[in-house]
């Protein structure tokens, strides 16, 4: 057997194609192999009559500007890989319809977060702070957990993280309302548990204050040219450094030596490729699938079978006629729900989002039109149970119409009127593209046992077949485009630290 490349990346999603660029911009020769025609899974876009439309990237956190950037800034600048950044500086409108209901717009940056906040729930200043100090030592102790390989000393994580223990194994809910704040406050507080898919009351506190945070602080960015520009500027770095992305190739099997180790991968029912490192992009039930029994340790069996699927989306893509200002929306995001309670509304699935990518990037659809993308959070589990190819293409009619006659209610908006193109996704659209099991778009749920803080301690125990290595929203840090980029350079990086002699040898062999 040859080893072709030092590094075979399945999957070009976010976290593949991070990763795959920081191995190749080291020297390390990557393959990166993906299914479809085009990088990005997720992260992409797709065009129906003179509308480019973005598939899934509402926000991003965690990017920060030249002045004050963030993680995902600083993972794009140090691979080299260049994008026209776009920033909204409000976090949102939530309105709420059912009793107890409100309609609320905060804006990012802390003072301004505080004093919008204070508009609607009187009184909570003082709580806010309490709240950003309890968070302020969170991204320093994940990191220290990282460092110590998920075995962090006891004493130091009592003494130097104390809140950190205190808010790690609480859920969003209980946090807050130790802190005082009222049921309004904590229902509005709550309001992007959508975005890690999981209600306030079983969601991980820490993790939830963190990336609300980070839309405090920074706002939320978007690429000027749709998600794709993202996955285009990460796939330039691969190529630049002489590494290769293989499109319509689709990994069939996983290969292994006699005692397990990973060794390379089948693609097309066809070819065999050969590495020293397998890096899987898609979730371990289907590299699992796509392996020989008896290279799937016990550990990983027995982890697949306890773990729950995260969450799916139906979602509405629509490009109008007229303009936003025609239409009459003033905003970016806005949250809409039937209860005020995120448990209530996960329950019912009674939350959707709407977004106008057009008032933060005005052309980004054609001079006189604008677009409007619904999601709702969805499981597979919500589908029809007859559901068949016969009466699919009605059910996806009669849900979006379902959306968009409440949208037009809600924010009192005529949208049917301008619809010129209309296109809509469900778990299956997910589950079809993305290849991800109950089409799952966050990977597994992260709840419980299986929060970030539990994956994040049992990484180095998880990692069970030898050379095989995982990246992506499936992984340690849960989903989310910033985490999933996150992960591929921190794994990336970790094969470049593995392979320092080999990349230390290649270069002297250059000089010669
Ligand atoms: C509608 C929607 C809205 C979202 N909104 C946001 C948001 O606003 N902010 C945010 O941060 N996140 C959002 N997300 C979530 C985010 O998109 C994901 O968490 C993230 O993109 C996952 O990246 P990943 O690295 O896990 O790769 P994935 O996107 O899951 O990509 C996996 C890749 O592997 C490929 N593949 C699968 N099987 C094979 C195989 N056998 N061989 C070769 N290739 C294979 C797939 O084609 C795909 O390209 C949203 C997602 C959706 C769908």
């Known amino acids: 057997m040859h080893t072709q490349y030092d590094v075979i990346v399945v ?8 990763c795959a660029a920081t191995t190749a911009k080291a020297g390390l020769k990557t393959l990166l192999l ?52 776009c920033y909204e500086r409000n976090l949102f409108r939530a309105i709420c319809k059912g009793p107890g209901g409100y309609d609320v717009t905060l804006k990012a940056g802390k003072q301004q977060f ?27 102790a994940i990191e220290y957990i990282y460092k110590m390989k998920g075995k962090p000393n006891a004493l130091v994580m009592a003494f130097k993280y104390g809140d950190f223990m205190r808010m790690a194994s609480h859920s969003v809910k209980e946090v807050l ?45 978007m690429p000027k040219d749709r998600s794709h520009e993202l996955s285009l500027a990460l796939v330039k770095v691969i190529e630049d450094h002489g590494s290769s992305v293989w499109y319509n190739a689709e990994v069939t099997q996983f290969l292994y030596d ?24 898609i979730m371990p039930n289907r590299v699992a699938n ?11 069996r027995k982890l697949m079978n306890a773990r729950k699927f995260g969450i799916s989306t139906f979602t509405v893509y629509l490009g109008l006629d007229c303009t936003r200002e025609q239409l009459g929306f003033d905003d970016y995001t806005v949250f809409i729900s039937e209860d005020p309670d995120s448990r209530r509304q996960y329950d019912t699935k009674g939350m959707y989002i709407v977004n106008c990518l057009n008032k933060v990037i005005e052309d980004s659809s054609p001079e006189g039109t604008c677009t409007l993308f619904i999601t709702a ?21 009669d849900m979006a119409e379902k959306y968009i006659v409440d949208a037009e209610k809600v924010l009192g908006l005529k949208i049917r009127e301008h619809i010129e193109e209309i296109e809509i996704a469900t778990p299956v659209t997910m589950a079809r593209y993305l290849g991800t099991p109950a089409g799952t778009i966050y990977g597994y749920r992260l709840s419980d046992w299986d929060n970030l803080m539990a994956r994040t301690a049992a990484e180095q125990a998880d990692i069970t077949v030898p050379n095989l290595n995982y990246v992506g929203g499936h992984y340690i840090r849960g989903d989310g485009y910033n985490v999933a980029y996150y992960t591929g350079n921190l794994i990336g990086g970790r094969l470049v630290t593995k392979y320092s002699d080999l990349l230390s040898a290649k270069k002297e062999q250059e000089v010669e």
């Open 11 to 18: 999957g070009a999603g976010n976290g593949g194609l991070a």
């Open 34 to 85: 993906e299914k479809h025609n085009l990088p990005g899974g997720c992260a992409s876009s797709f065009v129906r009559g003179r509308f480019e439309f973005e598939p899934s990237l509402h926000e991003l956190c965690m990017v920060g500007d030249e002045e004050k950037p963030d993680l995902v800034y600083n993972i794009f600048k140090e691979l080299g890989a260049e994008v026209n950044w």
């Open 114 to 140: 505080i004093e919008s906040f204070e508009q609607y729930c009187p009184g909570s200043r003082e709580k806010l702070e309490n709240l950003f100090k309890l968070q302020q030592t969170d991204n320093e």
């Open 177 to 221: 309302e130790e802190l005082g704040f009222d049921e309004k406050a904590v229902n509005i507080l709550s309001t992007y548990w959508g975005y890690l898919g999981v209600p306030a009351d079983e969601l991980s506190a820490f993790h939830y204050f963190n990336m609300m945070t980070t839309y405090i602080n920074d706002g939320a960015a």
């Open 258 to 281: 006699e005692e397990g180790k990973a060794i390379g991968v089948e693609i097309n029912h066809r070819q065999k490729l050969y590495a020293k490192e397998i890096v899987s992009n």
């Open 290 to 300: 796509l392996s020989k029994e008896q290279y799937v340790p016990e550990r990983t």
């Open 377 to 397: 959070l969805l499981e597979d589990s919500d589908l029809p149970e007859d559901l068949d190819e016969y009466n699919y293409e009605k059910y996806k009619t």
